[in-house]
């Protein structure tokens, strides 16, 4: 008699405790979710390129696009994602997420079904209303190819037929570009959010360093505080300061990220007040290993677990309120593109900030420049 297959909870167990053993290296929200949602053959193949060494940020989209893919197949089709997926299925999935939003006024079948809008709102996994922005597509589909190559796979993803349905859908709903983050953290508005954190409590602690460490190292993302690890930082020889006062510094090993080589170690370097602002909140937290940035409980408990990426976001938007500032206006990114818009209202030439941002190229980087900065500047206003 054969044996009777194994229940279902015990297959997501499995799969919990699979992507639990990934989650240093890929921290991960919602493990309980994704087990449930992924299959065995989606956890394998994320396991897969873990020990090929892919980056840890592309190994967080990669997972977040695959979530939110399975999630989008179950609900348009009942089933999980085929592999490799037919031609019909990404058409589908363009024509989902790329529709008019005055033609769907005259035709409620138009887009995305509202059954299948419902159950991606209830799973957690859709939240703005309307179309996606273009890009989120690409990137969707583009995560979705790779991930079908590292099964062995040829998809339908170059086809012309695909190819000319994303661009009649972007051609017939034209978006204008938005940044991630409205303004940009300067200077003057940082002053102003860590203004609310302030006091000795462990979150103002934390939160106060993480403000100063994202902004002075660059205008770090937000994925890459959320993963930062005590075995990255190193103790450096102090930094005279202006006026001869010896400065603290460490150096922080970033790894491979968004813009770096497959094999290129990108450093950077915090000097002074954001130095002792991290090393208030590792002596606060008594952290001497593992994860540097750790979400508290109500009960002041610090987790042993990372803070998740969304979390980091959540706290620049909770200091910017506490602050009196458009919560609507800023985002974790905002220290990202404030950092540079800094730079350069100081004088600082930007290939110099650009060694501290990491960015390749002088195009890239200039790309966050605000435009109201830009616009007041002495640039535009020659005449």
């Known amino acids: 008699m054969a044996p009777s297959p194994a229940p279902l909870a015990t297959d997501v167990e499995r799969r919990a405790e699979a992507l639990d053993t990934m989650a240093a290296i890929l921290p991960i929200d919602r493990r309980d979710k994704l087990a449930e949602l992924l299959t065995d053959a989606d956890v394998e193949t994320l396991r897969h390129l873990v020990n090929e060494g892919m980056g840890e940020n592309t190994l967080r989209a990669l997972t977040s696009d695959l979530a939110y893919l399975e999630a989008w197949s179950h609900a348009a089709t009942g089933s999980p994602l085929p592999w490799p997926a037919p031609e ?37 996994f859709l939240r703005a209303a309307g179309p996606h922005a273009p890009d989120t597509v690409r990137r969707r589909l ?29 051609r017939a709903v034209p978006r204008p570009h938005r940044r991630k983050s409205t303004k940009a953290v300067t200077g003057d508005v940082l002053a102003k959010l860590l203004a609310t954190c302030g006091g000795d409590s462990l979150r103002d602690v934390r ?119 458009e919560v609507g206006e800023f985002s974790a990114h905002g220290l990202r593109s404030g950092y540079l818009t800094e730079a350069a209202n100081r004088g600082i030439p930007l290939p110099e900030a650009m060694e501290q941002s990491r960015h390749r190229s002088v195009q890239q980087a200039s790309g966050y420049y605000n435009s109201s900065t830009r616009r007041s500047g002495r640039a535009a206003r020659l005449l």
């Not at 583009?142 to 972007?170: C, E, M, N, Q, Y």
């Not at 990372?306 to 976001?313: I, Q, R």
Request: proline letters at 5%.
């Open 88 to 124: 019909a299925l990404l058409l589908k999935f363009v024509a989902h997420h790329l529709w008019d939003p005055a033609k769907r006024e005259s035709d409620p079948d138009h887009g995305m079904p509202a059954e299948v809008d419902r159950a991606l709102r209830d799973g957690g």
């Open 142 to 170: 583009a995560s979705w190819s790779t991930l079908t190559k590292w099964r062995g796979f040829d998809g339908a993803f170059a086809s012309p037929g695909l190819k000319s349905a994303i661009r009649l859908a972007v």
């Open 207 to 325: 939160d106060r360093a993480i403000l100063m460490v994202a902004f002075a190292s660059g205008g770090r993302r937000r994925s890459e505080i959320a993963s930062l690890r005590k075995d990255q930082l190193t103790i450096e020889a102090p930094v005279k300061g202006e006026d001869g006062t010896p400065l603290p510094s460490l150096s922080i090993h970033l790894g491979r990220t968004k813009n770096s080589g497959a094999s290129q170690d990108e450093v950077v370097y915090l000097t002074g007040r954001p130095v002792e602002a991290l090393n208030a909140w590792l002596a606060a937290a008594g952290i001497d290993g593992g994860s540097v940035f750790r979400a508290i409980d109500r009960w002041g408990n610090v987790s042993r677990r990372a803070l998740d990426p969304k979390a980091v976001n959540d706290i620049v938007k909770r200091r910017v309120a506490e602050a009196g500032l």
